[in-house]
């Protein structure tokens, strides 16, 4: 004999069949797993952004303890020693070692950077699987849902329209204060061999303040143009298309 659910006017109704092994079920299975992955997916470049964000800070505190460190041990030295050749050979010394320390630190920070810009590239693509398998969360999404370089970049807050805004924001950046920094030393490692070849203190002044300016020149060399080579590598799969003059329909951006 069969149970059967009572249908009666205070009885709920017998839930709809759900299939086990029909189309139905293997496509609600499939789209589970699909979106597991995914989010297993993003919460390891999550991981992958905090482990470079952190390390970038590390660095960057290493370097400014041991620049820190330095001009306290040339304060120390100072007292003990008349400020001669002696001296200034000692200052150029440590100032060598914390400009090599600075371009390395400057350099580690930058590829940290790079690893950062894959994560959020990877990121965006993720969302954009994520509006794919659930088109009605398109709209609740601040974040970039296409991999494009102008979508993926507005995770950084940069502005889009470069010039004068692009470089003070880089100089507002971790990366920048630690290559500003580095140009500094290198200013004053070059006054300091300018005052050891005999440059008097005036002139030697401006030969920092060149040198200064020539290592920041060559850090910016450097890095410009670092995001756009790295996007050669990654390139767009779900591009925001805009709209064209004229042409009918909505953007999809």
Do not use: K
Not at 108 to 134: K, P, Q, S, W
């Amino acid at each position: 004999m069969s149970l059967e659910r009572p249908m009666g006017p205070g009885a709920e109704p017998a839930p709809p069949p759900v299939p086990a092994d029909g189309e139905g079920g293997a496509r609600h299975t499939s789209q589970a797993v699909f979106l597991q992955i995914l989010s297993t997916e993003h919460w390891s470049l999550l991981a992958s952004r905090s482990l470079a964000y952190n390390e970038a800070f590390i660095r960057g505190g290493m370097f400014l303890t041991f620049l820190s460190m330095s001009f306290v041990a040339l304060a120390l030295l100072a007292q003990g020693m008349a400020f001669d050749g002696q001296f200034l050979t000692v200052a150029a010394i440590l100032l060598a070692f914390d400009l090599v320390i600075g371009l390395a630190t400057y350099g580690r920070i930058t590829g940290a950077n790079v690893d950062d810009l894959r994560a959020v590239y990877g990121m965006a693509r993720i969302r954009h699987g994520y509006t794919e398998a659930a088109p009605i969360l398109t709209p609740y999404f601040t974040t970039a849902t296409h991999d494009d370089l102008a979508s993926v970049l507005t995770a950084y807050g940069s502005p889009a329209e470069g010039g004068l805004g692009t470089i003070w924001y880089g100089l507002t950046t971790s990366g920048g204060m630690i290559g500003l920094i580095t140009s500094m030393v290198g200013g004053v490692l070059a006054a300091v061999l300018g005052l050891l070849v005999g440059i008097p203190g005036g002139q030697a002044l401006w030969v920092g303040l060149g040198g200064g300016v020539v290592v920041f020149v060559i850090l910016v060399v450097m890095t410009t143009g670092a995001v756009t080579r790295h996007q050669a590598t990654l390139p767009a799969l779900f591009p925001a298309v805009e709209q064209e003059p004229g042409a009918g329909g909505q953007t999809s951006r």
